[in-house]
């Protein structure tokens, strides 16, 4: 499941989003192959923490299960 992550909550990529020019045409991130297409991967992470990258609207984005 992929959410979009604050310093305080985990938000749905729904609602962030559906705003979002780099969007794909449902208004979703466009996440492939485990791949944040419309970002970049966030380096020196802790290896407990899931991979997470940072979109071009500034958010961090993970997939989390």
């Known amino acids: 499941m ?7 909550q985990l938000i749905s990529p729904q609602t ?3 705003n ?3 969007a794909d045409r449902h208004g979703q991130p ?3 192959q ?5 970002g970049h991967r966030v380096a020196g992470l ?3 923490q899931p991979t997470q990258f ?3 609207m500034g958010f961090r984005v993970a997939d989390i299960e």
């Open 54 to 56: 940072e979109c071009q």
């Open 16 to 18: 962030v989003c559906c």
């Open 46 to 48: 802790d290896q407990t």
């Open 34 to 38: 485990g791949v944040l297409r419309c």
């Open 20 to 22: 979002c020019l780099m």
């Open 30 to 32: 466009r996440w492939q």
């Open 2 to 8: 992929l959410v979009i992550m604050t310093d305080s």
